[in-house]
């Protein structure tokens, strides 16, 4: 369930943990960009949230949603519980889907360093960074009464040959 102004009251406790996600439904709704900056945000999320009312499938996390952006051309996913649906928006992710997560407290402009940290300990671990998705946790409407500004960043990562080769020959 999510609240009255869509933020997700349950969220997975994903804080600080690698997680695989391969295998799952979602529903992923392209969205333009223009730098990175997203356009007409709110009106593609209340259309993504329709669009799932209408097609009568459930989320696993009522008003979780992975934002990733691009130059161009960026993309709200929301993760479903299993069904059959004919939409053209709802896929399913590769096998494997592993994604870092970690709770950012702050906004946006402040996630920057949590975003390098991450980035560094995957590089040391071996692993290649890959896409960047951001979910709000909490809005300007119901972050006082929730405890501040939350975002939840989840960083995908697949494993590199290289990465490790390089890490053997520090050692």
Not at 69 to 80: H, I, Y
Not at 107 to 125: C, F, G, P
Not at 143 to 157: D, K, N, P, Q
Request: proline share 6%; net charge positive.
């Amino acid at each position: 369930m999510s609240g009255a102004c869509g933020c997700p009251t349950e969220i997975p406790a994903w804080d600080g943990e690698d997680v695989d996600l391969g295998g799952i439904q979602v529903h992923a709704l392209p969205i333009p960009m223009f730098m990175h900056m997203p356009i007409a945000y709110d009106l593609y999320l209340d259309r993504q949230r329709q669009l799932i009312e209408k097609l009568g499938v459930k989320e696993r996390w009522p008003g979780l949603v992975l934002s990733r952006t691009g130059f161009f051309r960026g993309s709200l996913t929301r993760l479903l519980e299993e069904t059959l649906s004919p939409s053209r928006h709802i896929r399913m992710l590769p096998k494997p889907f592993w994604l870092r997560a970690v709770v950012h407290h702050g906004n946006v402009s402040t996630s920057y360093k949590v975003i390098q940290r991450m980035q560094a300990e995957l590089v040391d671990a071996g692993r290649a960074p890959k896409e960047l998705y951001m979910c709000h946790l909490t809005c300007p409407l119901c972050s006082e009464a929730r405890g501040g500004e939350r975002i939840l960043l989840l960083r995908r990562w697949e494993e590199s040959a290289f990465l490790k080769k390089r890490q053997a020959g520090r050692a």
